[in-house]
């Protein structure tokens, strides 16, 4: 048969160009407004939910106020408490350190003077027998060092005196507290 | 010309639809879709604020009933009592006078260093302040006599578990003698600033590990 004569249409139609165009332009505004349409509902749910916590709020607030004084008490313990817990944190320990300095003492000697601040302790010790003192010094202030002490940093000994009639020997010392 | 533009909507008619599809895109688009973008950034960051700030009154709320709970009009005037509002000269100097009595000493001399009385703004100035402290302090010096030197320093230390809460500065003793120089600390309160909080956090266990500290001084 000739093929001038076959009448059946082909198989794939071929589209316009025009008609090709239209199908794309109408799925592009289906997209576009189906995008648009999505964040217009989410939009609302938001906006919803924003109203619903802010009513949320509203009524937390309320309860809190009904007894206004609840809360001024509640805020005065709290900040006394937080202020108690600065000043108990950041106060001197002056007791410790006079544990430590005295803890270097011979016990035979006399502490006839004790002063104590935030940066040193001066001592007056007196005893009748000169080898405490020797003892102190040879050994006893050997233990600073050896113990590497966290509260003394220096030991100086600002005098020594004897009294000749009724010999009593008087060392005054100076150790520098550590900050 | 007219000729010419309307044989060539004749002829192109059929471009008209989809033109026009583009053109509405193109505008909900620029319209709608991208402002909204903007504004749902917006809203979400409300929201997200919002429920934070529900999450913190929430909290405010548990914690108010919390710390109300407990004593709290006995837990204030314990409070008070450790760090008082105001240079309670009185109360320090029976306090003074109760410790060492407790050591065995007698005071001998009791000096206040009033410093500033009264300030219109009822702010904490540098002049009330120690040099590097916080809080403003009532400074005292106390004279005792004693028979032994332990007890001179077993009475700053029990001056430290003692309340109103006090800092010893200086101690200085002298065959049975001691002269101290203490701080008492004190601030005033503000309960106007206090009560326009919002907020109200819970006690740390640091704050409630001070409460315990200042009950046990209390009852010594």
Excluded: W
């Excluded at chain 2, 059929?14 to 583009?22: D, K, Y």
């Amino acid at each position: 048969m000739r093929s001038s004569i076959n009448l059946a249409s082909p198989l794939v139609a071929e589209h316009h160009p025009v008609e090709k165009l239209l199908v794309v332009s109408v799925c592009v505004f289906v997209g576009v407004f189906v995008v648009a349409g999505s964040m217009l509902g989410y939009l609302v749910y938001v906006r919803n939910e924003v109203s619903k916590v802010a009513a949320q709020e509203t009524s937390v607030i309320r309860q809190i106020n009904q007894n206004p004084q609840q809360k001024v008490d509640a805020l005065i313990l709290k900040e006394r408490l937080n202020d108690i817990t600065k000043i108990l944190s950041s106060r001197g320990d002056i007791n410790s350190k006079i544990t430590s300095v005295v803890g270097l003492l011979p016990r035979s000697v006399d502490i006839s003077a004790f002063t104590i601040d935030d940066k040193a302790v001066t001592v007056e010790l007196s005893s009748s027998d000169l080898s405490v003192f020797d003892g102190l010094l040879e050994s006893d202030v050997q233990k600073l060092q050896s113990q590497k002490s966290d509260t003394v940093s220096k030991m100086t000994v600002d005098s020594f005196q004897v009294q000749a009639e009724d010999p009593r020997y008087t060392m005054r010392a100076v150790f520098d507290l550590k900050p | 010309m007219e000729f010419g533009n309307a044989d060539f909507l004749k002829n192109n008619k059929r471009l008209i639809g989809p033109a026009v599809l583009f053109i509405l895109s193109i505008f909900i688009l620029l319209r709608v879709v991208i402002p909204m973008i903007s504004s749902i950034g917006q809203e979400r960051s409300k929201l997200a604020e919002s429920k934070a700030r529900l999450e913190k009154l929430n909290s405010s709320q548990n914690a108010i009933q919390e710390i109300n709970a407990n004593n709290i009009t006995q837990n204030i005037n314990l409070a008070n009592k450790a760090f008082p509002m105001n240079k309670e000269i009185i109360q320090i100097y029976t306090t003074v006078v109760d410790v060492a009595a407790q050591n065995g000493l007698q005071v001998e001399s009791f000096s206040v260093k009033v410093g500033q009385v009264y300030n219109k703004d009822g702010a904490v100035t540098a002049a009330k302040t120690k040099e590097g402290g916080e809080f403003p302090t009532l400074d005292i010096s106390v004279g005792v006599s004693a028979s032994d030197t332990n007890s001179l320093f077993e009475f700053s230390n029990n001056l430290m578990k003692a309340l109103p809460l006090a800092n010893v500065n200086r101690l200085s003793t002298t065959e049975g003698n001691g002269e101290y120089d203490l701080s008492f600390y004190y601030k005033p309160i503000n309960t106007s600033i206090l009560s326009q909080q919002e907020f109200v956090t819970p006690l740390t266990e640091t704050e409630k590990q001070s409460l315990k500290t200042i009950e046990e001084f209390d009852q010594n």
